[in-house]
């Protein structure tokens, strides 16, 4: 072989090797960007969080994943519990009410860090039962201050060593970052949208298109579903005697003690005025019965106070439909209506017979 040909040898086996390597940085490029195109276009909090962790991890192939977030006034745990969210599906993401909490490592982090696993720095942030070599902590910056971290944790000492590159990963906290603040608000603005001021429970309008699913449900698996109206007794008086700000205090304590009552799985409404529903799923009229004598107790237990001169015993009327499943093919908005009609009716029965009682609508 020729000089020459040992040099055009050489160099077709180095732009061999650039062409390969060419195809492995795109090949990462592009499964980079459908990560972060995953995390854009996660449709809630729970499921972007569920991306970060275990989507992360098994898309990296790493031991361990977690997601500190600062929470401190719980205001992303509450919009978590209200949605639903199963708490096993977060079991990695981890809350604190301040970061100055964590270890210095943590707490003072400005960019990613690199480095081998520690249990005095890291036990707190990766409480994996995989033993841990190596961890990248990513901080998760808004606006200039911390408001968590995304920690990786790998079994290989030499995946997250201080001599690696960290823009990847910087780039990556920086989109995370983004994507929560984003989620975040998208969950206020829809808990805003549905949810009433006054009480904090759902409105009518989320009522209705729960109900729905509900009734979807509850067909498809062959389950009765009920519902609860509620009427404060002689609401009209308490407003007329003490004015509408004692009437809100009376509607917001009534709906707190009709909440420690039910289950999480129960979906609570403002219906309107000083009615208050109550869809109960995977439960029959008897069981609605005793679950609505439990509420017309509870609220009727202790006087409600609303000034330190004034309080006022408060009962409740209530109304107990259910739907029980049946053939045909009737539409689940129809099925809904007729629902709240004999809820309505059960109440007016309430009502009309003496008030502080519960009824099941009159026989036909």
């Keep these: 072989m020729t000089r020459e040909a040992d040099e055009n040898h050489r160099l077709r086996e180095q732009m061999a090797a650039l062409t390969r390597e060419a195809a492995n940085n795109e090949a990462i490029l592009r499964r980079s960007q459908q990560r972060e195109l995953a995390l854009m276009h996660a449709e809630t909090l729970a499921d972007l969080l569920v991306g970060l962790t275990r989507g992360l991890g098994d898309s990296f192939g790493l031991s361990d994943v977690t997601v500190v977030l600062c929470d401190p006034q719980h205001e992303v745990r509450h919009l978590l519990a209200n949605s639903g969210a199963l708490s096993s599906e977060l079991d990695s993401v981890i809350f604190v009410d301040s970061m100055a909490g964590l ?12 480095g081998p696993y520690s249990a005095a720095d890291h036990q707190l942030i990766l409480p994996s039962e ?73 409105n009518r309008r989320y009522l209705q298109s729960r109900m729905r699913e509900e009734i979807i449900l509850a067909r498809r698996y062959n389950q009765t579903l009920v519902c609860l109206l509620l009427d404060i007794d002689s609401f009209k008086d308490i407003n007329d005697s003490h004015g509408h700000i004692a009437g809100d205090t009376v509607l917001r304590e009534v709906a707190h003690r009709v909440k420690g009552q039910i289950r999480g799985s129960d979906v609570p409404a403002r219906f309107g005025g000083d009615e208050l529903a109550v869809l109960l799923p995977h439960t029959d009229e008897a069981a609605g019965v005793r ?26 009327s209530v109304g107990v439909a259910e739907d029980k499943p049946r053939r045909g093919r009737e539409e689940p908005d129809l099925i809904g209506e007729a629902l709240l009609q004999e809820a309505d009716a059960a109440l007016y029965r309430s009502k009309s017979e003496g008030r502080d009682r519960v009824r099941t609508p009159p026989p036909e």
């Design 291 to 316: 679950m609505a004598e439990r509420i017309r107790k509870a609220v009727s237990s202790t006087p409600i106070s609303l000034d330190p001169r004034n309080a006022v015993t408060v009962t409740v």
């Design 103 to 114: 270890t210095p490592t943590v707490a003072n982090l400005r960019k990613t860090w690199l």
């Design 130 to 202: 995989t033993k841990l070599a190596s961890v990248a902590i990513l901080p998760l910056m808004r606006h200039g201050r911390l408001v968590g971290s995304m920690n990786f944790g790998s079994a290989d000492p030499e995946r997250f060593t201080r001599d690696l590159s960290t823009d990847f990963l910087n780039h990556l906290a920086a989109v995370a970052a983004f994507c929560l603040e984003n989620a975040v608000n998208r969950e206020k603005l829809v808990r805003a949208g549905l949810t009433d001021v006054l009480t904090g429970w759902y």
